[in-house]
């Protein structure tokens, strides 16, 4: 990964459902397990798999921080209510950024929806993981529980 690039992306701005925008670097921390979703409302997979695994490793492993991104493709924006309406309480249990450009799921080259980034504080990359059936959960729980020792 080009180093220019990374440190030019961890300044990247990216929406939240409030309007606020919080830059990327800012989401990393340095004392966690950073395990970044790039996911999109559209995918199935992404609403009716992705996002309720993510939630559970959120309430499982606490050194784990979850960075949920929504991602924009073509010239169709998606709404915060549409963000919110596929959680059966009409909001998400956790933050979602929102990549509009899908600048950052390019820079991660991302394979598609869901893709699961697990990244150090600098945003380098420690494993890429594509897709939300059994064999990306899989090897999303092998890291997670790879790492926890430097996590403890």
Not at 70 to 91: A, L, M, W
């Amino acid at each position: 990964m080009n180093t220019n690039r990374a440190r030019n992306i961890l300044h990247l701005q990216l929406g939240g459902l409030d309007n606020e925008y919080q830059e990327f670097g800012s989401l990393l921390y340095p004392d966690r397990f950073n395990l970044i979703l790039f996911y999109s409302t559209r995918c199935l997979g992404c609403t009716g798999r992705a996002l309720p695994f993510g939630y559970d490793i959120s309430q499982e492993f606490p050194y784990v921080n979850l960075i949920v991104i929504h991602v924009d493709f073509g010239k169709e924006r998606t709404s915060t209510e549409d963000i919110n309406g596929v959680f059966t309480k009409g909001e998400a249990p956790f933050p979602i950024y929102i990549d509009e450009d899908h600048i950052l799921y390019d820079h991660y080259a991302c394979e598609g929806t869901p893709h699961w980034i697990i990244s150090d504080a600098k945003g380098q990359v420690r494993h890429s993981i594509f897709g939300s059936q059994q064999g990306a959960k899989l090897k999303i729980d092998f890291a997670l529980r790879e790492f926890k020792k430097e996590f403890s």
